[in-house]
């Protein structure tokens, strides 16, 4: 998917549509300790009884897209904020054109 960097959009902040920059968000790192969920599962694998969480067999439904939704932003070029857009796209491959 391709997008244009600049878009004329409407801008909550200004309340008026004006130029805006398109960002890519690219996930971010993950912090230092891991979420608790993570932290189970961590100390369940130390243990007996299995893999907690067994993959999916085939034709279940768990994991059956394979792109992902792009996080997009959008930064006005008046107050240089940025706001969300709507919804994030899915597509394999975003490009800024
Ligand atoms: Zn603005």
New binding site residues.
């Given amino acids: 998917m391709k997008l244009p960097k600049k878009r004329r959009k409407y801008?909550p902040?200004?309340k008026k549509y004006?130029e805006h920059k398109v960002i890519i968000i690219k996930s971010s790192k993950k912090r230092g300790a891991l979420s608790l969920g993570q932290r189970r599962f961590k100390e369940k694998l130390k243990g007996y009884g299995g893999y907690p969480r067994p993959k999916p067999e085939k034709g279940a439904k768990y994991g059956v897209k394979t792109t992902k939704k792009t996080d997009i932003r959008y930064e006005?070029t008046?107050?240089k904020?940025q706001h969300p857009a709507k919804e994030g796209k899915r597509a394999k491959k975003v490009e800024l054109v």
């Fill in positions: 801008c902040f200004c004006t006005c008046e107050c904020k």
